[in-house]
């Protein structure tokens, strides 16, 4: 069979990709929440350079349900941060600067950088609550793009089930995602497992930068296209 050509945008009701030996992992993202598309997955042979793609032959069909969207902030259409439910600001520093709506061709986005005058900024962009009791199988993943910076990286993504409106009192557990390596490249985060966590559910995004020792240095973060899903209990 001929090679067929890769469809990634599940829009126009339909995807191809070609999977390489031994990947176990394949993420596809844009799909709508709650509903059920079929998956028809060929085996393909090969010889030397020569492949054959057999697409004619029954394939193997799974039915498989995306699960609900609980939240997501793609920053789109919007004049500030503050039109977006379940979203606040918190300026723990009080410095000159602290989140806010950007935009670059085209793209918005939620951002952060320090002014390079020598203060410690820390920021932070909360979301939330989201009843975790209600849903199973809680996944949370963003974009992530990090330019200007010398001393690592800025950024960190914490959850907590206690937050009452000041994030000093409140216990934060951090995560871990994949975060941009820098020169602006926008970077998904990994869809990360949040399943074992319950109750009332916020996340934020804490921008710490000391600025004090080396006050040259400049840190901008833009996060983008935020995303928490999970299945709705029966």
């Known amino acids: 069979g001929v090679s067929p050509a890769e469809d990634w945008d599940p829009r126009d009701g339909s995807l191809a990709a070609l999977i390489p030996f031994g990947t176990t992992e394949l993420i596809f993202e844009g799909f709508d929440g709650g509903a059920t598309f ?78 390079s005058n020598g203060q410690t900024e820390e920021d932070w962009m909360v979301i939330g609550p989201f009843n975790f009791d209600a849903y199973t199988g809680e996944t949370f993943s963003f974009f992530s793009s990090l330019g200007f ?39 998904y985060s990994g869809l990360i497992d949040v399943s074992g966590i319950s109750g009332q559910v916020y996340f934020a995004f804490v921008y710490e930068e000391d600025e004090t020792a080396m006050a040259e240095v400049n840190g901008t973060v833009q996060i983008d296209d935020i995303k928490i899903s999970g299945t709705a209990s029966a």
């Open 38 to 115: 079929n998956f028809a997955i060929y085996s393909y042979t090969n010889s030397a350079d020569a492949n054959d793609y057999n697409i004619t032959s029954a394939p193997s069909l799974a039915g498989v349900s995306t699960p609900d969207e609980i939240f997501l902030a793609d920053f789109e259409g919007l004049q500030n941060l503050y039109n977006i439910p379940k979203l606040s600001i918190h300026d723990v520093s009080l410095a000159d600067t602290t989140w806010y709506y950007d935009d670059f061709s085209g793209d918005n986005f939620a951002e952060m950088s320090s002014e």
């Open 149 to 187: 910076d010398a001393n690592g990286t800025p950024i960190s993504v914490r959850y907590s089930t206690d937050f009452s409106g000041n994030v000093s009192d409140a216990m934060w557990t951090p995560l871990s995602p994949v975060f941009s390596a820098g020169s602006f490249n926008d970077t």
